[in-house]
């Protein structure tokens, strides 16, 4: 049974030559499996082209997608969680906290900005599962209140994104 065995020798590519693909390179849709590139997925604004399925995204993808020319100023971006409780499960929040801000970029669960949407002034508020599941602290409370009344103060749409859920 050739299928058990090779008749001809087939891979000539040592091991030590082939070439390592970059992470993050292709995107494959976990409804359909059709396989694009990551960059074709962020075209279609992170929408399979073939099957229509909405990919999970996050704050950075929503403003790239609703902010003109992804131009936009954020809002309370220097806001972070505490830790007044000192609340610990298996790690420290602290150490909890540290560990998302450096894995995904993001300070808080929530990121607010103003930017024009189809010329338009608009202040988004965006939450953001990547850190720690979305979960909504004080800061999320004070950024989602310091955007009301950046866009009232500016007298300008305020939209609000919150967590998307797992499909059940």
């Known amino acids: ?3 058990f065995k090779r008749k001809i020798d087939g891979i000539t590519t040592k091991s030590k030559e ?8 292709w995107y494959k849709c976990p409804e359909c499996k059709n396989v694009v590139t990551s960059d074709e997925h962020a075209d279609t604004n ?8 909405h990919e999970k995204i996050g704050s950075r993808e929503y403003f790239s997608i609703l902010f ?3 131009e936009f100023t954020e809002i309370a971006s220097n806001l972070t969680s505490g830790d007044p409780l000192s609340f610990k499960d298996t790690k420290s929040y602290k150490d909890r906290i540290k560990t998302t801000i450096t894995k995904t970029g ?10 024009k949407i189809n010329g338009l002034d608009a202040v988004v508020a965006c ?3 990547a850190f720690i599941g979305g979960s909504m602290g004080s800061v999320v409370g004070a ?8 866009a009232i103060k ?6 609000c994104i919150s967590n998307q859920v797992e499909h059940v």
Request: charged share 35%; proline share 2%; aromatic share 12%.
């Open 106 to 115: 993001l300070k808080d669960a929530m990121r607010v900005a103003r930017g």
């Open 127 to 129: 939450m953001d599962f």
């Open 18 to 25: 082939k070439k390592e693909i970059p992470e993050g390179l």
């Open 1 to 3: 049974m050739s299928w």
């Open 143 to 150: 950024k989602f209140a310091a955007g009301v009344d950046d």
């Open 46 to 53: 992170w929408v399979c082209a073939k099957c229509g399925y």
């Open 154 to 159: 500016n007298k300008c749409a305020f939209i």
């Open 68 to 70: 003109d020319e992804n």
